[in-house]
């Protein structure tokens, strides 16, 4: 079954930092582009970054880039986002997602909540 | 960065009715890859339409796209209860990726 779970999220204080991790079964995460997107409690989808397939050509959203650091780990399947320097704005249910011709495969969201 | 706007922000429909869903690019969209999402409350969002109009695998052929360069429409021929829902367009042309700001389709 084709599938991506996400998990990592928590409270975090105001310049903390935090790991978020999303496995995928069911197919191969270095065959497909993969994307990180993220929606604040009330709000739209923002798109955050993407990790090509083969080359690993990363790109990041001006929101973030700095702050955020994508990997993938082809031996666990899996995808990361590190986030730094974690600010109020970044609370939100952050989503991984394949790409093929279009954002095919969601994750069900890890929520990241920031506030001291 | 492409900028997409979607109007309206809020359609008030009957089930049964037509719903038509605007997503206008600040640039052109080149190759098209432009694609269109439901989101429910609660619910990680689906994709419907890929590439301005191919339907996505198990989308009702109720749900079509059409457009090109930057005029995007959203068409729902004929509302069912289960697609009172919020709708975004998004543009993978080109980085950064971008989202709209969403449709939200509620009902009469």
């Known amino acids: 079954q084709v599938q991506l779970v996400e998990s990592g999220g928590d409270l975090v204080k105001p310049g903390g930092s935090l790991r978020l991790s999303c496995a995928a079964s069911?197919?191969?995460?270095?065959?497909?582009?993969m994307s990180w997107i993220r929606q604040a409690p009330g709000k739209g989808l923002e798109w955050v970054s993407y990790?090509?397939?083969?080359?690993?050509?990363?790109y990041y959203a001006d929101s973030v880039k700095g702050r955020f650091t994508v990997s993938r780990d082809n031996s666990k399947n899996s995808l990361y986002l590190q986030i730094n320097s974690l600010r109020a704005e970044d609370t939100a249910v952050y989503y991984c997602?394949?790409?093929?011709?279009?954002?095919?495969?969601w994750g069900q969201g890890t929520m990241v909540t920031v506030s001291s | 960065e492409i900028v997409l706007t979607q109007s309206p922000g809020t359609l008030s429909l009957s089930p049964g009715e037509r719903a038509t869903l605007s997503c206008r690019a600040s640039?052109?969209?080149?190759?098209?890859?432009l694609a269109w999402y439901q989101q429910k409350p609660g619910q990680a969002p689906r994709l419907l339409i890929y590439?301005?109009?191919s339907r996505a695998t198990g989308i009702p052929d109720r749900f079509s796209g059409s457009g090109s360069g930057t005029d995007f429409t959203l068409t729902l021929s004929r509302l069912e209860p289960e697609d009172f829902a919020v709708y975004y367009c998004?543009?993978?042309?080109?980085?950064?990726?971008?989202f709209g700001q969403g449709t939200k389709v509620e009902i009469k």
């Open positions: 997602a394949r790409s093929t011709l279009g954002l095919d495969i």
């Open positions: 069911g197919f191969t995460v270095s065959d497909y582009y």
């Open positions: 990790i090509t397939g083969s080359d690993s050509k990363i």
């Open positions: 640039q052109s969209v080149p190759r098209s890859y």
């Open positions: 590439g301005a109009s």
């Open positions: 998004q543009q993978y042309d080109r980085a950064p990726w971008t």
